[in-house]
């Protein structure tokens, strides 16, 4: 669809310059133009023929419920004549604009929504100039490549026969066991000719006791109760039949010259291996050092800015970095509870460290923006045309004007800016 006449919008300035409110009354020819082209296109998505868009829509309420495509058409018309107001009005805008619509448009009739914005904020920085940061060494030291060898080691213990008979505890056992809980097979504790380590909480107290001093060859029959945490649940019983084929110790392998050849060749010598471990941990060095002068650089920009930063950016940051967190735990097949747990934190903790680190890289991107804009640095249309290439779920094959009004083409562009003023930055920052 073309362009669009308003017939009314008015802009008013709210909460010092934070929000932009917007009162919006489109006429019902656009309004019905806007509603042909969203059936047009649910037509095109669900293969939907149809001589006409009332042939469409019919055919589309057989598929789609009533409601949920009245709904869709909604959001897709505000969608739309939102993204044209603020066109029309030259506002230069962050974060999702929010609607507000008291009716549905109908196709033909006059169709009035508020809009609440927030408006880029005007900031600046104190000084454009190149940033002096601190540089933080980091040492290669023998204790490192000692510790990377102690790992290697650990990771080539075998278990070899213990040289003595009973079964004592921290000893290893290669046993069979068939274990019970309440008259049910525990099938995490129970194997055939399986290793099992006796240590105090790596198996059940009452099983470590019950299996202590057997020898190679004795089967025992091992009972014990494990009280719940809950005092007012009944204690669980198991039963676990028992026969040890070997009372076992793990040994960690001594790493010299011979021990290299026969399990690490590639390395020839102990001295070797020692130089490979030096060598990558420089690489490593070289990766940690980079990491912090980009994260002091970014750091001692934010430092510079100046001006106040809407609220609403804030929480829509932390929201942002709380959703990338809950995709990362989804993806390691962790809940948020047991993430806690691990790193000791309570929720009111998680929620003001996320709110701190948003925060901080919102203003440090914020940063960038104003440097970029101050410098001169802007995005070439071969950028942009290289970095649209590369994204993923068919956005690069969106045409230029459709990927443009989704508002990608801004976004991009504003990446392509913040990426060239932290190279400037970088480039130029003083190591002192």
């Known amino acids: 669809m073309g362009g669009i006449d308003f017939i009314r919008l008015d802009s008013a300035v709210k909460d010092g310059g934070q929000r932009i409110e917007l009162d919006v009354v489109v006429g019902g020819a656009d309004v019905a133009s806007c509603v042909d082209e969203f059936y047009a296109c649910m037509a095109r998505v669900k293969r939907v023929g149809g001589a006409c868009s009332e042939a469409q829509r019919q055919a589309l309420e057989e598929l789609v419920d009533a409601r949920d495509l009245a709904e869709a058409c909604r959001d897709f018309v505000l969608n739309r004549f939102t993204t044209a107001a603020v066109q029309q009005l030259g506002l230069d805008t962050v974060l999702a604009p929010g609607v507000h619509a008291d009716d549905v448009p109908r196709k033909g009739e006059d169709f009035s929504f508020s809009v609440s914005v927030t408006p880029r904020p005007a900031l600046s920085l104190s000084s454009i100039e190149p940033v002096h940061v601190q540089r933080r060494e980091v040492q290669v030291e023998e204790a490192d490549i000692q510790e990377q060898l102690v790992y290697t080691a650990e990771q080539f213990a075998a278990l070899a026969p213990a040289d003595h008979d009973a079964l004592r505890e921290g000893d290893w056992a290669l046993m069979d066991v068939d274990m019970t809980r309440n008259g049910k097979r525990v099938k995490d504790l129970s194997g055939v000719r399986r290793s099992v ?12 006791q019950g299996v202590l001093g057997m020898r190679a060859g004795e089967m025992r029959k091992v009972e014990f109760s494990v009280e719940p945490a809950s005092g007012d649940a009944p204690a669980e019983r198991y039963k676990a039949d028992v026969t040890l084929h070997q009372v076992q110790k793990r040994e960690v392998p001594v790493l010299d010259d011979a021990w290299m050849a026969e399990n690490l060749p590639q390395f020839e010598t102990l001295e070797g291996f020692r130089r490979a471990i030096a060598q990558d941990l420089e690489g490593q060095k070289a990766r940690v050092e980079q990491q912090d002068r980009v994260y002091r650089v970014r750091a001692a920009l934010e430092a510079r800015l100046q001006g106040t930063v809407p609220d609403e950016m ?5 929201e942002s970095l709380v959703a990338q967190t ?10 948020l509870d047991a993430y806690l747990e691990e790193h000791d934190m309570t929720q009111d903790a998680f929620n003001m460290n996320t709110f701190l680190q948003a925060s901080e890289y919102l203003r440090q991107n914020l940063a960038l923006d104003v440097l970029a804009r101050e410098r001169g640095l802007q995005e070439t249309e071969e950028e942009v045309a290289c970095a649209k290439s590369q994204l993923a779920n068919g956005l690069a094959q969106l045409s230029e004007e459709e990927f443009a009004r989704r508002g990608f083409r801004k976004a991009l562009g504003e990446q392509i800016r913040r990426e060239k003023a932290l190279a400037w930055a970088m480039e130029t920052a003083v190591v002192e």
Do not use: S
């Open 197 to 208: 380590e006796l240590g105090c909480g790596l198996v059940p107290e009452g099983f470590l």
């Open 314 to 318: 804030y929480q829509q940051a932390k």
């Open 326 to 335: 809950m995709r990362a735990l989804e993806a390691q097949g962790k809940t």
